[in-house]
């Protein structure tokens, strides 16, 4: 079956440190990765997305590259701001049909000053 | 600019009543869902609609009830048999024909239980 697995968080960091925040999945066939930013109170916005192996997704600064060999997404970032701070959520899609996207737990993330 | 609409954004029901949460989208979107997110859990798939007049259950659609009568609108309510509803609910939006693109998620419709 589908199943996205992500690091436990929460994870804080201070100001212009790097990110990581791991994503590992299972998948049946040859999923789209993305991943989601929820921040307080509010819905999830597309941060980035890849639609095959070896693709790169990018913006504002977040980067994720899909893995095939390793089944992995794992989201970075070369220097956070407090701005950053949310819950980020990966996620795959179900290319079999039924067109639902399996998401992971969610990772909280806080940046301080 | 296209998206989608929840409303209202906060509700509180009353033991035993049931609640009716909306979600409009104009982004001519075939395929809408509806998830429940509790802190700590993620997201879970309660309802999904693929076309007008037809939807599935998801993992949770026990105590819930969908309808979808026009393309734009797939209003949930929230039964006196979902015993504990207190959650965060989140409406989204794709174009079928375009799964690679994601979902549009709303901005979400806190319910709380009184």
């Known amino acids: 079956g589908n199943s996205v697995t992500q690091m436990e968080g929460p994870v804080t960091l201070s100001e212009e440190a790097f990110l990581t925040i791991n994503c590992t999945y299972t998948?049946?066939?040859?999923?789209?990765l993305f991943w989601y930013v929820q921040y307080p109170g509010e819905g999830l916005q597309l941060l980035l997305k890849a639609t095959k192996a070896d693709d790169k997704g990018s913006n504002k600064g977040f980067e994720a590259t899909y893995r095939k060999e390793t089944t992995s997404f794992h989201l970075e970032k070369g220097s956070v701001q407090v701005s950053d701070s949310a819950v980020y959520f990966c996620?795959?899609?179900?290319?079999?049909?039924?067109?639902?996207?399996?998401f992971g737990t969610g990772t909280r993330l806080t940046v301080i000053p | 600019d296209g998206g989608i609409t929840q409303s209202p954004k906060y509700l509180f029901r009353k033991e035993g009543q049931n609640v009716t949460l909306s979600c409009e989208q104009n982004?001519?979107?075939?395929?809408m869902y509806w998830y429940r997110q509790d802190p700590g859990q993620g997201l879970r798939l309660i309802y999904y609609?693929?076309?007008?007049?037809?939807?599935q259950k998801g993992d949770i659609a026990e105590g819930y009830s969908v309808s979808r009568e026009k393309k734009e609108s797939f209003p949930l309510t929230v039964t006196s048999a979902q015993k504990n509803p207190t959650a965060f609910y989140l409406c989204?939006?794709?174009?079928?024909?375009?799964?690679?693109?994601?979902?549009?998620f709303g901005s979400g419709t806190r319910l709380t239980v009184v």
């Open positions: 982004l001519n979107h075939d395929a």
């Open positions: 998948a049946t066939g040859y999923p789209s």
């Open positions: 996620a795959l899609s179900d290319q079999g049909g039924a067109n639902n996207l399996f």
């Open positions: 609609s693929q076309i007008v007049n037809d939807f």
């Open positions: 989204a939006s794709s174009n079928d024909r375009q799964a690679n693109y994601g979902y549009t």
